[in-house]
């Protein structure tokens, strides 16, 4: 399947198709994602997705994907980039296999704002066993350490919001990173080191990416887990799970559950049922 990338100078995009199209009932959008578009002509269909001014043209038919774009270009400007290769900070690259997802050139940017180009890597992005506390949890416990609380916590603060970006190629980090943006408004000492060691381990592989195969295959499958009583706070637990389409990890999330589990059971039971409800949701 092709995919192009275009540049709209305009708004009111919604009203940008209709007035291509000329009617609304081909022309369809998504109730899941209202930048998501689709143009259904039997047995084919275009898809297109919205962000601000920047498009994403594919489907299942290269004439008509072609025909639309000529179509855009006719009414409004707009830049042709051609075939999808940078969108949003994601690097994408194809092969007879399918596509590579990956965000290499965020992640050596990342590297060089933190001053960790010259740290030594980090073999895993998290310390084995380690649990992170808050600084009233501390106080509350009697526990007396050298962990201060940051001066200026906006730095951690910025530093998280980009990893939390980078999760959507990287779900290696995605557990290390939900913990560590639990401490957004008191952040420590410690949380930022953790945080740092996250960057370390970004470094040993910065291209790190997802792979989308172009088999065809409508087999889903999803595996999920539980970490119980994770956190020392308030003992509830952790939800994981990663949903694949055939060959390819299409979706995964780690969320602290919403109500603390007696046993590790319990736990491992919420965790399924959150995994069957995102399998119902893409099915």
Same mark, same amino acid.
């Given at each position: 399947?092709?995919?192009?990338?275009? =540049?709209?100078?305009?708004?009111?995009?919604?009203?940008?198709?209709?007035?291509?199209?000329?009617?609304?009932?081909?022309?369809?959008?998504?109730?899941?994602?209202?930048?998501?578009?689709?143009?259904?002509?039997?047995?084919?269909?275009?898809?297109?997705?919205?962000?601000?001014?920047?498009?994403?043209?594919?489907?299942?038919?290269?004439?008509?994907?072609?025909?639309?774009?000529?179509?855009?270009?006719?009414?409004?400007?707009?830049?042709?980039?051609?075939?999808?290769?940078?969108?949003?900070?994601?690097?994408?690259?194809?092969?007879?296999?399918?596509?590579?997802?990956?965000?290499?050139?965020?992640?050596?940017?990342?590297?060089?704002?933190?001053?960790?180009?010259?740290?030594?890597?980090?073999?895993?992005?998290?310390?084995?066993?380690?649990?992170?506390?808050?600084?009233? =949890?501390?106080?509350?416990?009697?526990?007396?350490?050298?962990?201060?609380?940051?001066?200026?916590?906006?730095?951690?603060?910025?530093?998280?919001?980009?990893?939390?970006?980078?999760?959507?190629?990287?779900?290696?980090?995605?557990?290390?990173?939900?913990?560590?943006?639990? =401490?957004?408004?008191?952040?420590?000492?410690?949380?930022?080191?953790?945080?740092?060691?996250?960057?370390?381990?970004?470094?040993?592989?910065?291209?790190?990416?997802?792979?989308?195969?172009?088999?065809?295959?409508?087999?889903?499958?999803?595996?999920?887990?539980?970490?119980?009583?994770?956190?020392?706070?308030?003992?509830?637990?952790?939800?994981?799970?990663?949903?694949?389409?055939?060959?390819?990890?299409?979706?995964?999330?780690?969320?602290?559950?919403?109500?603390?589990?007696?046993?590790?059971?319990?736990?491992?039971?919420?965790?399924?049922?959150?995994?069957?409800?995102?399998?119902?949701?893409?099915?």
């Amino acid at each position: 399947m092709d995919v192009y990338n275009a =540049f709209l100078q305009g708004d009111l995009v919604v009203k940008v198709y209709m007035q291509i199209y000329g009617f609304t009932e081909v022309l369809s959008k998504s109730h899941f994602d209202y930048s998501l578009f689709t143009l259904t002509t039997e047995p084919d269909i275009t898809i297109i997705l919205v962000y601000v001014d920047d498009l994403l043209i594919t489907g299942s038919n290269t004439d008509i994907i072609q025909s639309t774009r000529v179509k855009m270009k006719q009414q409004f400007k707009m830049k042709d980039l051609g075939h999808l290769r940078f969108f949003l900070g994601l690097e994408f690259s194809r092969n007879a296999f399918g596509i590579l997802l990956n965000q290499q050139k965020y992640s050596i940017e990342l590297i060089a704002d933190s001053r960790q180009g010259g740290a030594k890597p980090a073999s895993t992005p998290l310390d084995f066993n380690q649990k992170h506390t808050s600084y009233e =949890f501390d106080v509350s416990t009697g526990c007396t350490t050298d962990d201060k609380m940051l001066e200026d916590p906006g730095g951690y603060q910025r530093l998280v919001g980009r990893l939390l970006y980078l999760t959507m190629t990287r779900p290696d980090i995605s557990f290390v990173v939900q913990a560590l943006s639990q =401490f957004m408004h008191k952040p420590k000492e410690s949380h930022m080191h953790a945080a740092i060691r996250v960057i370390r381990y970004i470094k040993n592989a910065p291209g790190l990416s997802l792979h989308m195969s172009s088999t065809t295959s409508s087999h889903l499958f999803a595996y999920c887990d539980s970490d119980w009583a994770t956190c020392p706070k308030i003992r509830k637990s952790v939800t994981g799970y990663m949903v694949g389409f055939g060959t390819s990890l299409i979706s995964w999330k780690l969320k602290k559950q919403e109500t603390i589990s007696r046993s590790s059971v319990e736990a491992e039971f919420r965790s399924m049922a959150s995994t069957v409800a995102e399998l119902s949701w893409l099915t």
